[in-house]
């Protein structure tokens, strides 16, 4: 990969970071045993498919969340490429969430409408918005003090992360996974062998 | 020929290693090539080249396993789930951090070919004089018409594509047709031209990939996976270009699994006769002879091999009379630029993906331009649409939030720049005889660090990036300096230099070392200054000229 995207990869930011690919450091704390088989069940993954579903739904222009299987795409990240730490966020998470939609809607998310999902949804990532704003003061302030310690000499300083809420979590996961599935890259007119470069396409 | 005996010993498989067993091999030599790693073979060894993005089961993330056993690449954007097989094992190869130092290594045949950046550019007599004229360091022992019918030569063979732009500090070359610039970026290109008065410019990346098919390798196909290893060999790699062609001449032996552990010295003839390896699956030791041999282990490496041969005669090893072996190490320092965004080009959208963007060669101290510093800086980027990963204000939820995430987003434009680094005598590397790696063998540590000239260089470079946004009518310009430990910008260079005197310098103006002429180093090693332009060219270039010595030396008798 060259630099130029090297720096879009960079760029790679959806309200945060990816969870997962900014935690390098992090990750080597801890140990990583939650048993891989058993992490996300089929129901939690159908369960999963059905909130993705409500952040990316089918439209007529292409298929939504849950044609893309992105409970099953969550299943690999959480179990792979989360740390214990991360890992122990989403499976609480998924309770509390199951939990708030209870005590909001009087019942599971399952069987709220999708007007009642979305909306559901919609608080979570307001909520998240809301808590973003502190958690970015503080991550200013520790990229700031990486920056100190390698310049004095230490190439490996720990940067304390604030926790990642859960939705965010469960909202990054849906949008990486569709968008790159099969379905998703369709969706963004991909041509796998383009052959070619044009700098300048002009709609018709 | 007697067993475990050849002509010439190449060692190591990379850029300037598959150079030069082409060109041994191309010249009749029976030739060893030597790859401490794997076997890594063209196209049915690409993992992932010929899958699609889709069936990655990580979509290219790397897994907490691999973010705990390769610390070291995930330092930056060098992790990927397509690429993590092709990184050196960081628990068997160990190294020693006596200040930070990025160390990206690939230990398998090709090397770091298949997954270099590509960029390719020459050097100029700025460059090549520039020691001599400031008194800093040594003079390079070659100048520009030296090395020019090599650059002729390396690039009509790899393929490397640009414009003419008839800059006397980039000089042009013999190239395949320009990977084109966007319409934003043309735009930009002029603005910069007129405000600058023709002393700025941003020109066509060049680009070791081919825009017109040569003999054996298929054109790029502009799908922008080239490290992944590409299917249609459409950019330069060991494997899709110098390899075959020293394959199809029958006079190569390849190697793999070999670590050589020292060069034999023959003190009384003053030559080497062999290397001795460390077959790294089996632990057995072997030894083979040749009247040459190729140092290309890259730079550190190469190093390495050199301190750990004839340490009965020179305590630091061959090449270590003048004092400077392991000295002298240098890189680019880089991760830093600016950034903004685009109005006005909301029609226009792109096709393809480039394995390239723009280069804006270096315009300090040039030409009247004085700086508070001296050498200079270049800066890659590139101008695109936002993709689906942006954010969309108010809009995080539902079938409208999908929907518009499918189409591009709005044009942005980023560069991040590439300084000189000087020469410094006490940036050096040094064998750490305390920590041993896999194979019981002694590893390298690093002591090196920017210094004054190179700190101020990144003022001026994030400014200066800024200002020509700004000027070129870019929003929201954002500049950003990550610091730079050293060799993170994978131009490691130095360690062997070349030189006039074997008092101050391990290489002569024929890449031979001066204690045995029969050892040529023609990696990254050699490099008597860094410049700031990408160097893997300058190597291919080197390799070429040093064969082509070496071969008329043998045929003279003189080796």
């Keep these: 990969m060259d630099r130029r995207t090297a720096i879009s990869r960079v760029a790679f930011i959806l309200g945060g970071t990816i969870i997962g690919a900014d935690l390098f450091i992090s990750g080597c704390t801890g140990d990583h045993t939650i048993d891989a088989q058993n992490i996300l069940t089929d129901a939690q993954i159908s369960y999963l498919n059905e909130v993705g579903e409500t952040i990316l739904p089918k439209t007529a222009a292409s298929e939504g969340a849950k044609a893309a299987n992105v409970g099953q795409f969550m299943k690999t990240m959480v179990r792979d490429c989360y740390t214990t730490e991360n890992q122990h966020i989403f499976f609480t998470g998924l309770t509390d969430f199951e939990g708030l939609c209870k005590k909001t809607y009087g019942k599971g998310f399952l069987n709220c409408s999708p007007i009642e999902k979305k909306e559901f949804l919609i608080t979570l990532d307001a909520k998240v918005k809301e808590d973003k704003k502190r958690d970015d003061l503080l991550q200013q302030t520790e990229a700031e003090k990486e920056k100190t310690s390698q310049a004095s000499g230490k190439p490996n300083y720990i940067k304390k992360t604030p926790p990642v809420p859960y939705f965010t979590m469960i909202r990054q996961l849906t949008l990486l996974g569709y968008f790159t599935s099969e379905i998703g890259y369709k969706s963004i007119g991909y041509v796998p062998v383009p052959g070619r470069y044009d700098g300048d396409v002009t709609k018709i | ?559």
């Design chain 2, 1 to 559: 020929m007697a067993e475990n005996t050849y002509d010439a010993i190449v060692i190591g498989s990379g850029i300037s290693g598959g150079w030069a067993a082409k060109e041994l091999t191309g010249k009749g030599l029976k030739t060893l090539m030597l790859e401490r790693g794997r076997n890594y073979e063209h196209i049915k060894d690409y993992k992932y080249g010929t899958k699609q993005p889709w069936e990655f089961e990580h979509r290219g993330s790397t897994t907490i396993e691999q973010q705990q056993k390769y610390p070291v690449i995930h330092r930056g954007w060098a992790a990927n789930e397509a690429v993590m097989d092709c990184w050196t094992n960081e628990q068997d190869s160990p190294y020693t951090e006596i200040k930070p130092f990025t160390w990206w290594r690939s230990y398998q045949l090709g090397g770091r070919s298949t997954l270099w950046g590509r960029q390719s550019y020459r050097w100029s007599d700025f460059d090549f004089e520039a020691n001599a004229k400031e008194g800093w360091a040594i003079d390079w022992p070659i100048r520009y018409k030296d090395i020019s019918p090599w650059y002729d030569y390396v690039e009509k063979f790899a393929g490397i594509s640009g414009a003419k732009d008839g800059l006397p500090h980039l000089p042009d070359g013999q190239f395949l047709p320009p990977v084109s610039l966007n319409i934003v970026e043309k735009d930009i290109a002029e603005r910069l031209k007129k405000h600058y008065k023709n002393q700025r410019h941003l020109i066509n990346g060049r680009v070791a990939n081919l825009t017109a098919a040569i003999p054996g390798r298929t054109k790029c196909q502009f799908r922008d996976r080239c490290w992944e290893g590409c299917p249609f060999g459409g950019y330069f790699s060991t494997q899709s270009s110098t390899l075959p062609a020293a394959v199809a001449t029958g006079n190569l032996t390849v190697r793999p699994w070999s670590i050589v552990t020292r060069i034999i010295y023959d003190k009384d003839k003053k030559r080497a006769t062999g290397v001795e390896i460390l077959d790294a699956q089996t632990n057995q030791t072997y030894t083979y002879h040749a009247k040459i041999i190729f140092v290309n282990a890259s730079s550190l490496n190469s190093a390495w091999v050199l301190m750990n041969s004839a340490t009965d005669i020179w305590e630091g090893g061959l090449g270590s009379s003048s004092g400077e072996l392991g000295h002298n190490i240098m890189d680019h320092h880089y991760n830093l630029g600016a950034s903004g965004s685009i109005e006005g080009f909301d029609d226009h959208f792109i096709y393809g993906r480039r394995p390239t963007g723009f280069y804006i060669p270096r315009f300090s101290n040039l030409y009247g331009d004085k700086r508070e510093f001296t050498r200079g800086f270049g800066y890659q980027g590139g101008a695109s649409r936002d993709s689906w990963s942006r954010e969309i204000a108010e809009l995080n939820i539902g079938g409208d939030f999908k929907d518009a995430l499918t189409n591009p987003g709005s044009w942005n434009i980023g560069m991040t720049g590439f300084g000189e680094i000087l020469p410094y005598h006490e940036n050096k590397i040094t064998l750490d005889l305390q920590k041993k790696d896999k194979w019981g063998l002694p590893v390298l540590a690093m002591d090196a660090e920017l210094k004054d000239n190179e700190k101020k260089m990144r003022i001026a470079i994030t400014m200066e990036a800024a200002n020509m946004l700004d000027v070129a009518g870019v929003k929201n310009v954002n500049t950003w300096d990550s610091g730079h430990a050293m060799g993170h910008g994978i131009h490691e260079m130095g360690t062997a230099r070349m030189g006039l005197d074997p008092k101050t310098s391990v290489l002569n103006q024929h890449n031979q070392v001066w204690d045995a002429l029969n050892v040529f180093v023609t990696d990254g090693a050699c490099m008597t200054s860094s410049a700031c332009v990408n160097p893997s060219l300058t190597y291919m270039a080197l390799t070429a000229r040093a064969c082509d010595f070496a071969y008329n030396e043998l045929k003279k008798g003189n080796l």
